[in-house]
């Protein structure tokens, strides 16, 4: 399903930014949550939603973030590819020591009630989410037009970072001079099926392995296309790629 921060966007223009006015200073009121969001909330009072105006004093302001199409500071999609719309939300709590921490919590329409954190909580700030290489995966947004924002896919368990799905397209990576070998299976042991050369292309046929050790069987695009095993440390997606 498409994002519906189009929507959101869209509500708030139609609808104005109501303000307040409280010892002296105009205050805008924030976008409603939705309800999936906004009940997780009730049940977790220690959390809030992202405020720029107080966590991200000296990197961004609430215009800022509008004129970057970050905020507000959900997104709602369907990540676990069951048919109904899921939330993701930067989401800010206070540590041992008051700082704040900031996570990209999730909260799938199967489940009200329930968080699912792509990231743990942590002092480094988010300043936003966005969908990553596809629409059914979510990136926490550390920093903006960077390489460092790594992009999470639901697995069933948990969001896991740079799970490739069976169907796309990925470049095979290495070091410079050396064989890209692809394996009979998913072991290093393994017989090999063929070596590649650096960044070729390949289509993910399907996924192995598990969470911090992941292996693809490719078909790789070449003359001879070969297939076999890729381990996930290989594996690249657009134009990154590289020694």
Not at 75 to 85: A, I, S, V, W
Request: with cysteine.
């Amino acid at each position: 399903m498409l994002s519906d921060r189009g929507r959101w966007r869209l509500s708030i223009a139609t609808s104005g930014l109501a303000a307040t006015i409280a010892g002296g200073g105009i205050t805008a009121q924030a976008p409603t949550p939705p309800p999936l969001l906004a009940d997780l909330l009730r049940v977790q009072p220690a959390w809030r939603l992202l405020d720029p105006t107080t966590d991200l004093v000296g990197d961004y302001t609430i215009k800022q973030l509008e004129e970057l199409d970050r905020w507000p500071p959900w997104l709602e999609q369907d990540f676990d590819r069951d048919g109904r719309n899921d939330v993701a939300a930067v989401v800010v709590r206070r540590g041992e020591k008051n700082e704040s921490q900031f996570t990209v919590v999730m909260v799938h329409g199967a489940t009200p009630n329930r968080a699912v954190l792509v990231v743990p909580f942590s002092p480094q700030r988010i300043f936003g989410v966005s969908e990553g290489i596809k629409d059914d995966t979510v990136m926490p947004l550390r920093c903006a037009d960077c390489d460092a924002n790594v992009w999470y896919r639901w697995n069933g368990r948990a969001y896991e970072p740079w799970l490739h799905a069976v169907g796309e397209s990925i470049r095979i990576s290495g070091e410079t001079g050396g064989r890209l070998t692809l394996f009979e299976s998913p072991r290093t042991d393994a017989g090999r099926t063929g070596d590649v050369p650096l960044c070729a292309r390949a289509q993910v046929q399907e996924v192995g392995g598990e969470e911090n050790r992941r292996w693809y069987r490719v078909e790789v695009v070449a003359p001879s296309f070969p297939k076999g095993w890729v381990p996930q440390q290989l594996v690249r997606e657009g134009e990154e790629c590289g020694g």
